[in-house]
């Protein structure tokens, strides 16, 4: 199965923002819904945000509080995740895949690693 690749993360200052993207080849995230997932050190990977394949419908984990935007191009074959005024807490290896409902289907590709640090 091909794997999404993550990408846009860097170290940034807590109130910062950044804006993530994960692609892959071919028709890999054709009709699905895809979502977002994050794993910090020594924590089980939760779920972040979901989006439907026409983009319209949306959900996302509590503790993002109208920070986070997930959207997509699906011509591009790309989703995104817009990141503002992010914790330390938000530090973590960001990922996507295709999901159902909150739950990942599939294998996880290569994530990108968001630090927040003053």
């Known amino acids: 199965q091909v794997q999404s690749v993550a990408s846009g993360g860097r170290l940034v200052q807590p109130g910062g923002s950044l804006r993530l993207s994960c692609t892959a080849p071919?028709?890999?995230?054709?009709?699905?819904?895809m979502g977002w997932f994050r794993q910090a050190p020594a924590k089980e990977r939760e779920f972040v945000a979901a989006i439907n394949y026409s983009g319209d419908l949306a959900n996302y984990a509590g503790f993002v509080k109208g920070r986070f935007t997930i959207s997509r191009d699906n011509a591009k074959n790309t989703v995104y995740l817009q990141m503002n005024s992010l914790y330390a807490e938000d530090t973590a290896v960001y990922s996507c895949v295709p999901v159902l409902g909150r739950t990942p289907q599939g294998s996880w590709g290569q994530g990108t690693q968001v630090t927040v640090s003053s």
């Open positions: 071919g028709r890999t995230f054709i009709y699905k819904t």
